[in-house]
């Protein structure tokens, strides 16, 4: 989203008009989720996406009309519908796209908030931010709301990876990360190794011990924590602030006697058996990675999967929907 806040910002201060369609529902296999966004230009030019080709050029008519008569649509596409041949969604699922014309600003969606947009009646496309506190805890989803139909979209900052250890490693792990659209950070106690010249990529260099560097970023529950280290008198204070801390994901490379020898400080160190059973190490998904970006690709692989509740399996042996509805 901070692109296309850019990308809208730029385009109305040069006076142009433009439209915004957002994904409010999706049902069984939907290729986007509840939340994405696409931008349509008065001249038809395009910026993000609202199913991945699938029916963006219906979409973009649609835009183009809403452009000149300035009233929002609910538009739903599916396998099912009359135009599925030509702009349905051969992946089985059906997607609901509310499409307006936007002439303000997007929230700041690293803010934690929830913007309401009303999708249907006279009052189609009023948007108002309120405190999370004010609507029900859950995900982006369509709810009743004062006798309105909003679509509620939960906005927060983006999960972070936090990777202790200067190596090569971590810069094409904090690079894979930010492709994701996640924030980064790397801590590391040697100053000839956390330099910019070598890791250019991390949002966040804190030259640290580890435990201190930990402390310092305040880890969070949408946290995810990397040892890289594979050094002892780094590792151990690592983990000793990471595993007792709200991390949603803590993990360590190491070959499983390093592993073993590694939960033995760690038991020393004061921490709680339960507190050790939470690390993932030696930490990532079994892909047969060996350079440093195939490394980082099979941890990231393992980080999305323990935040998303699977388990990292192949598609092709999943039962049921590949998306969960929405």
């Not at 994405?36 to 649609?62: F, I, N, P, Y």
Request: with cysteine; hydrophobic share 40%.
């Amino acid at each position: 989203m901070p692109d296309l806040r850019e990308e809208l910002a730029q385009r109305l201060a040069r006076g142009e008009r433009v439209a915004l369609a957002t994904v409010v529902a999706t049902r069984r296999s939907a290729p986007r989720p509840v939340g994405s966004k696409l931008v349509v230009s008065e001249t038809g030019e395009l910026s993000g996406s609202v199913s991945g080709g699938c029916v963006e050029g219906d979409v973009a008519v649609q835009a183009a009309e809403v452009i000149e008569d300035g009233g929002p649509r609910l538009l739903t596409y599916g396998i099912s519908d009359d135009q599925a041949w030509s702009v349905g969604l051969p992946c089985g699922g059906e997607i609901d796209v509310f499409v307006e014309r936007f002439e303000g600003e997007l929230p700041d969606p690293a803010v934690p908030a929830v913007a309401l947009t009303v999708l249907g009646g006279e009052r189609a496309g009023e948007r108002r931010v309120v405190e999370p506190s004010e609507v029900a805890p859950g995900p982006s989803r369509v709810l009743e709301l004062d006798g309105d139909r909003v679509f509620a979209e939960v906005l927060g900052p983006p999960p972070r990876v936090v990777v202790v250890g200067a190596i090569d490693t971590a810069e094409e792990l904090c690079r894979a990360a930010k492709a994701l659209g996640w924030r980064t950070a790397v801590v590391d106690p040697r100053p000839a190794l956390a330099t910019r010249e070598r890791l250019p990529s991390p949002d966040e260099l804190v030259v640290a011990w580890p435990d201190e560097g930990l402390c310092q970023l305040h880890v969070a529950p949408d946290d995810a924590v990397v040892v890289l280290t594979h050094e002892e008198r780094l590792d151990v204070p690592a983990l000793t602030a990471a595993l007792p801390a709200d991390a949603f994901y803590v993990g360590a490379i190491g070959s499983r006697r390093t592993q073993e020898k590694r939960r033995e400080r760690l038991l020393e160190a004061g921490l709680e058996e339960d507190q050790i059973d939470r690390l993932a190490g030696p930490a990532g998904i079994d892909l047969g990675a060996h350079t440093p970006a195939e490394t980082a690709v099979s941890i990231l692989a393992e980080i999305l999967a323990v935040r998303t509740g699977k388990d990292g399996g192949r598609l092709r042996d999943r039962l049921g929907p590949i998306h969960a509805s929405a």
